[in-house]
């Protein structure tokens, strides 16, 4: 497998419709959020408030993408699209290991990939000469990297499930 293959399954290859996922990230985004919202003025620019500010704009964006319906209905009949909302046709949630890993993979995405925006605070605040990117990145970093070993670690080999 090649690793284009590797990062297409692994970040494309979850967001198929599934809205009792939905609703847990979109509850995970609000809690991440929630702590960075309420967070001590005097921190809310330091590093782990800015990690779960971030994260929770990863999760939010993960939530939304699982409660839309996606190709699973490309090329359906009205009639076999309706199958597919049927509720027992529902997809059960990942095994709760690799939920976990994946929902960490996910929180730690926003600071790896998001962590350039923080030039723009500096734009808007004056005051704020000197944030934390490096740290946020690396941060972000190592959460997505612990998320994808676990996924790693709990997935089955092909062939032995």
Same mark, same amino acid.
């Given at each position: 497998?090649?690793?284009?293959?590797?990062?297409?399954?692994?970040?494309? #290859?979850?967001?198929?419709?599934?809205?009792?996922?939905?609703?847990?990230?979109? #509850?995970?985004?609000?809690?991440?959020?929630?702590?960075?919202?309420?967070?001590?003025?005097?921190?809310?620019?330091?590093?782990?408030?800015?990690?779960?500010?971030?994260?929770?704009?990863?999760?939010?964006?993960?939530?939304?993408?699982?409660?839309?319906?996606?190709?699973?209905?490309?090329?359906?009949?009205?009639?076999?699209?309706?199958?597919?909302?049927?509720?027992?046709?529902?997809?059960?949630?990942?095994?709760?290991?690799?939920?976990?890993?994946?929902?960490?993979?996910?929180?730690?995405? #926003?600071?790896?990939?998001?962590?350039?925006?923080?030039?723009? #605070?500096?734009?808007?605040?004056?005051?704020?000469?000197?944030?934390?990117?490096?740290?946020?990145?690396?941060?972000?970093?190592?959460?997505?990297?612990?998320?994808?070993?676990?996924?790693?670690?709990?997935?089955?080999?092909?062939?032995?499930?």
């Amino acid at each position: 497998m090649s690793l284009r293959e590797i990062f297409f399954e692994n970040l494309a #290859g979850d967001l198929e419709y599934h809205p009792r996922r939905a609703v847990l990230y979109l #509850g995970l985004a609000a809690a991440a959020l929630c702590f960075w919202i309420f967070s001590p003025s005097e921190t809310k620019f330091s590093t782990t408030p800015l990690v779960f500010g971030l994260g929770s704009l990863t999760l939010f964006l993960k939530g939304v993408f699982l409660f839309r319906k996606s190709s699973e209905g490309l090329g359906l009949t009205q009639s076999e699209l309706d199958d597919l909302s049927n509720s027992s046709n529902r997809k059960n949630l990942p095994s709760l290991p690799n939920q976990a890993a994946q929902i960490v993979q996910d929180f730690g995405a #926003g600071s790896l990939l998001l962590w350039p925006f923080l030039n723009v #605070g500096k734009d808007i605040d004056q005051s704020w000469v000197n944030p934390p990117l490096v740290s946020v990145f690396l941060t972000g970093a190592v959460f997505f990297s612990l998320g994808w070993l676990i996924r790693r670690l709990t997935s089955t080999a092909p062939g032995l499930g």
